[in-house]
């Protein structure tokens, strides 16, 4: 196993814009072992200060949407205008090995070779389309003097809809002439969308984007903003040519100006920091009770019974729930 370097070190690394420290600090954050986590949250909380100025855009979208071409090329035209980029990407799972399966950087060639920093990270199962511990890696990242954090979501569903926990704005890709355009993808991410983009905009698909796009203006006026008081852009664009990658992040930005008005940032994050406390708790409140007297093993007589239909679901569960009292 590598040597784990000194709290202090990784903080040191990570405050200098060090790549190996800010990867070694996003490790230690995803590991499972607790005195892993522990460090990891007594290195945030040192860095806390130093957090909070990135503008954070999570991208979501229907498959085949062109997510990484997407980000790949919008953060290749933020580096060209000055910006410092991070990118997580979080990948499926594989059921096995909990291994991201789509090969890492791979899909983002260019991106890699640049200036970004890119991060993939399996997503572990997770609901959300995004990893177990994304709020950490982006307050690292921040941390480390980016500012802009992209985050690209697993795909899109009602799952997603946590995406919106831990980003600033959420812009959300769509393909022209996929059939019923308001058919092939839920309502729920919709009305969690800050700025909707129809991707693949070029050649014959212009005039089916442009199409695509109306349809959605017209459906959006009958759903709830996003954010109050915040039309919901639509627009075009092509990730492969390079095409409208300037209103996408004109619209992003003018979002974050929106939020700022009255305080809605502030208020957006300081929301998000108490979900963030209650996932945190509840999962440690999880941990702490499976840990506890005889819990392990009354777990697996438990499952092993439900298997061979000795014991409801229901039953099972209430049984184990019950033992803490009866201790």
């Known amino acids: 196993m590598p ?63 062109g997510k990484s071409t997407a980000i790949e090329a919008l953060g290749l035209w933020l580096i060209e205008r000055g910006h410092t980029v991070a990118v997580l990407v979080i990948d499926p799972s ?10 890492d950087k791979t899909r983002m060639q260019k991106l890699s070779a640049s200036e970004a920093f890119i991060r993939p990270t399996p997503s572990g199962g997770v609901l959300g389309g995004t990893a177990r511990r994304t709020r950490e890696a982006i307050l690292l990242c921040e941390a480390a003097g980016f500012d802009v954090v992209l985050v690209e979501t697993v795909g899109v569903g009602q799952s997603e809809v946590e995406l919106a926990e831990i980003v600033d704005c959420v812009a959300l890709l769509l393909v022209p002439g996929a059939g019923d355009e308001l058919q092939g993808i839920k309502r729920g991410i919709v009305e969690l969308a800050d700025v909707v983009a129809v991707n693949k905009a070029d050649g014959e698909r212009v005039t089916l984007a442009k199409r695509a796009a109306a349809d959605y203006r017209r459906a959006l ?46 208020r957006r994050r300081a929301a998000q920091l108490t979900r963030w406390f209650d996932a945190l708790l509840e999962e440690a409140i999880l941990e702490r009770f499976a840990e506890g007297d005889g819990i392990p093993d009354a777990v697996a007589t438990a499952r092993a019974a439900v298997a061979a239909g000795e014991l409801t679901v229901p039953k099972a569960v209430a049984e184990i729930l019950a033992r803490p009292a009866e201790g």
């Open 3 to 65: 040597r784990r370097p000194p709290i202090a070190e990784l903080e040191a690394g990570i405050r200098d814009g060090a790549r190996t420290s800010l990867s070694r600090a996003i490790t230690l954050a995803e590991s499972r072992r607790r005195d892993d986590r522990e460090s990891a949250q007594e290195l945030i909380a040192r860095l806390l200060p130093a957090t909070g100025g990135a503008t954070r855009l999570g991208l979501t979208g229907v498959p085949g949407a």
């Open 94 to 103: 594989s059921a096995r090995t909990g291994g991201s399966i789509l090969g």
């Open 221 to 266: 006026r009958l759903l709830p903003p996003s954010t109050p008081g915040w039309a919901t852009p639509v627009l075009t664009m092509s990730a492969a040519e390079g095409t409208g990658l300037d209103d996408l992040w004109t619209q992003v930005t003018e979002h974050r100006a929106f939020l700022a008005t009255d305080g809605g940032l502030a």
